[in-house]
T-cell receptor, first 110, second 114 residues
């Protein structure tokens, strides 16, 4: 089976940097994805890592270490609008379906 | 604008009743999915479809049924066999079949039991 672990809640102040970690267990591995979801809204795709290393997209970066079964999402220059839930998701051998973690609720304070 | 439309936004189900959630996409995507989200939880896969007239069970298919008669449409029926249906239901689609990691989600349907 597949399972993912991520912290349930993180709090940070506006302008700061925050890192959301994700560890996973999966039979087979194709990549790690990150999604953002505001309360009551639809999840939106942020990033995808298939290979080890850091991928940067504006204020957001995502990192993957396949040997450690670990990844993180890094959010820089935090803004109030970044308050949302962030989900990591992996694709393994189970029919190439995405399995999602339980989500990390990020609260950005002034 | 292209996107995924889910309706209704809120739905109430009576005891023993079947209800159907609508999902329509105009993105010309091959694959479509249904996820269930409980409060404070992640997304769990109910059903998915790679092509028209074909679909497979996800992790929590019991008590649900789907059809894929058209590429654009993937309705989900919550049957009376689903004893705990209260949840937020999300429909999604992707290109290149199920191997694509980027899902596009609809705005969801909140289902509650009367």
């Amino acid at each position: 089976g597949q399972s993912l672990e991520q912290p349930s809640e993180v709090t940070a102040v506006e302008g700061a940097i925050v890192q959301i970690n994700c560890t996973y267990q999966t039979s087979g591995f194709y990549g790690l994805s990150w999604y953002q979801q505001h309360d009551g809204g639809a999840p939106t795709f942020l990033s995808y890592n298939a290979l080890d290393g850091l991928e940067e997209t504006g204020r957001f970066s995502s990192f993957l270490s396949r040997s450690d079964s670990y990844g993180y999402l890094l959010l820089q220059e935090l803004q109030m609008k970044d308050s949302a839930s962030y989900f990591c998701a992996v694709k393994g051998n189970a029919g190439n379906m995405l399995t999602f973690g339980g989500g990390t609720r990020l609260m950005v304070k002034p | 604008d292209g996107g995924i439309t889910q309706s209704p936004k809120y739905l109430f189900r009576k005891e023993g009743q079947n209800v159907t959630l609508s999902c329509e996409q105009n993105l010309n995507h091959d694959a479509m999915y249904w996820y269930r989200q409980d409060p404070g939880q992640g997304l769990r896969l109910i059903y998915y479809s790679q092509i028209v007239n074909d679909f497979q069970k996800g992790d929590i298919a019991e008590g649900y049924s789907v059809s894929r008669e058209k590429k654009e449409s993937f309705p989900l029926t919550v049957t009376s066999a689903q004893k705990n249906p209260t949840a937020f239901y999300l429909c999604a689609s992707s290109t290149q079949g199920v191997s694509n990691e980027k899902l596009f989600f609809g705005s969801g349907t909140q289902l509650s039991v009367l």
